[in-house]
């Protein structure tokens, strides 16, 4: 069937696969639902939005991403309440990010209105995937990248941009054990590694398989010219309690600026906690370890929510650590899925209605 | 027709496309070849090498190489001699690179044995495409990409290994004008600048861009620390030549080890030229510029044999370069030219046989 609403044309599928899937049995990324939003860039304009069924892409081998890596995405995630009532958590600022990357890799900019049409119309076409319930939700997987032919290393003149839904449960199951970078880095001053290229996650791989190989199942990437400071997760960004004060590191050309993570600081400073945002070293990590002063690691990004983390190794040490009674970790994740479940309050103005049942 | 040799099956085209291209007006990297190789790696093993007709790949949107970059490249060129013999370059060097880069990438090493009998059938198809005459060559693309369904960030367990074959004239036209980054950077120390991996080039198009506007076709990438030390352009090496010496930066895990590179350095040093690979800082060649010892910059990559830059931007200031009676980069290219077009000795045994007609 093919219907067109406002700009955004839409082809629904004839037998949804919704009835097969096994919603406790998910691998996190791996099923999707029905449909798909695609849009084209060409001649200097995105043309043709539309909703079609989540289906493989014909495109060329000579097309750019293959070749350059010239591809940005995003990661959001849509909630469902009790009463059926589907919630996105500050789109806005996906939105602002993914164009924020796509400058940075000379893709076009991606348009705010059909961003968001294309987001409410999808959720409302397959809000039966989102399933009710704490640590279910469905993940948002917008995505741009380059089509044109060429493998000579320039800019495409071709893109397109599209958003994949996928149900998922939590993305980690248990605490997280992490290794800080002593070797490999993960991005350079007056690189890309604000941006969410596509790159910088592949580049991390093979150095993420030697610690898994030691029992990590992350790095904590330190500043690639001396490896002396803290500074992100692959991904998540990462916070440290010392004391009762919270530290992360400061938002850069190297670091991405994280949702989660700026809504972790502002719940921690209503709270009254003391919040440092600043470069944290290493070294002072490791004093405060030892001296017991060290109370709390954890990660945070959209995928994971909050991870605390158990236990860090650096220089073949492993530090075990505690968990806290009054575990900020703990408090924020369920603030924060309280809000994006609706389950509370949202006095940030957080929460983001976009469909129900 | 379906035929099968050894383990690489062969399915040719029914027409070539071959009488329909004006290899007079050819856009680099854009016009391909009947012919294509693909290689699938599924459950831990390389499987169904197969020659088949060059065209469009079905792919999931989900596929990791759109999301996390995981792929790499290698650029090569076959060259035919008046007589119709068609020769690589150094090809053994490409295969070892290609490796390389995949093993940072964690992507599965490709066998030696395939890869090498992929380009003799291939190239031996399509020899029609290799044209003779100095300046026209093909341009030979393997690259390796990720292509599991997944949209969590995690090596993939499939991978495509392609060659694409793309007729192309001379990468750059006139000499080339360069500025030297002093805020954007190419790769960190402990990351991937060494690998030819997707997302290394990407990452280079917005600076690129910025260049582009002032007036230079390429920049000359820094250490990414203080921006002080000279280190490659994008798609090239760079040498430098201060008085009678030639110099150029050490290879490391932010420069590519260029093939091309290390060609220069070997006939430079059989000529008898002092060749200095250390770092050379910034302030150095300026100095150099200044007092008119600084005789040549050149560029040496697969695609651009040798580019002769004409003036280097820095700090606003443009320095032109004077041409040199007894220019290093004349030289080198002729001798490479005359080594990869068969028309010379080949003292280092770089030229490889590949088909003939």
Redesign the interface.
């Given at each position: 069937m093919n219907t067109s609403t406002a700009n955004i044309s839409v082809t629904k599928v004839t037998n949804s696969r919704l009835a097969e899937v096994d919603f406790d049995n998910l691998?996190?990324?791996?099923t999707?639902t029905d449909h798909?939003f695609?849009c084209d860039f060409k001649d200097g304009a995105w043309h043709n939005p539309a909703i079609v069924p989540?289906g493989?892409?014909?495109?060329?081998?000579?097309a750019?991403?293959?070749?350059?890596?010239?591809?940005v995405?995003e990661g959001m995630k849509a909630y469902k309440d009790d009463n059926g009532e589907v919630f996105l958590f500050r789109p806005e600022q996906n939105f602002e990010r993914i164009n924020k990357s796509s400058?940075?890799?000379?893709i076009p900019e991606f348009p705010r209105d059909i961003f968001f049409e294309a987001l409410h119309k999808l959720l409302d076409l397959d809000k039966g995937w989102v399933q009710s319930g704490v640590g279910n939700s469905l993940?948002i997987?917008p995505?741009a990248?380059?089509t044109q032919?060429?493998?000579?290393?320039?800019?495409s003149d071709e893109y397109k941009f599209?958003i994949?839904l996928?149900p998922v449960k939590a993305?980690y199951t248990g605490d997280v054990r992490v290794t800080i970078?002593q070797?490999?880095?993960?991005?350079?001053?007056?690189?890309?590694g604000a941006a969410k290229?596509?790159?910088?996650?592949?580049?991390?791989?093979?150095p993420?398989?030697l610690a898994r190989e030691k029992g990590f199942q992350q790095v904590v990437w330190t500043d690639?010219?001396e490896?002396k400071y803290l500074e992100e997760a692959?991904?998540m960004n990462v916070f440290f309690r010392i004391n009762d004060t919270l530290i992360t590191a400061p938002t850069s050309d190297r670091i991405l600026d994280g949702i989660t993570r700026k809504s972790v600081i502002s719940l921690a400073e209503r709270a009254g906690i003391d919040v440092d945002v600043r470069r944290l070293a290493v070294s002072e990590l490791v004093d405060a370890a030892n001296n017991g002063s060290l109370k709390e690691i954890f990660g945070s990004g959209t995928?994971a929510v909050i991870s605390p983390v158990s236990a860090f190794g650096y220089n073949d040490k492993v530090y075990d650590l505690q968990k806290q009674d009054d575990s900020y970790a703990t408090k924020f994740k369920q603030q924060l899925m309280d809000i994006q479940y609706n389950r509370s309050e949202d006095p940030f103005g957080w929460r983001y209605p976009i469909a129900n049942d």
């Open positions: 691998t996190f990324g791996s999707f798909m695609v989540y493989p892409l014909t495109i060329s081998p000579a750019k991403v293959f070749h350059y890596g010239q591809a995405f400058k940075r890799m000379a993940y997987r995505f990248m380059a032919v060429g493998v000579s290393a320039s800019p599209i994949l996928s993305y970078a070797k490999y880095s993960r991005s350079a001053d007056g690189g890309v290229a596509a790159g910088n996650y592949g580049a991390q791989f093979y993420t398989n690639s010219n490896h692959g991904t995928a």
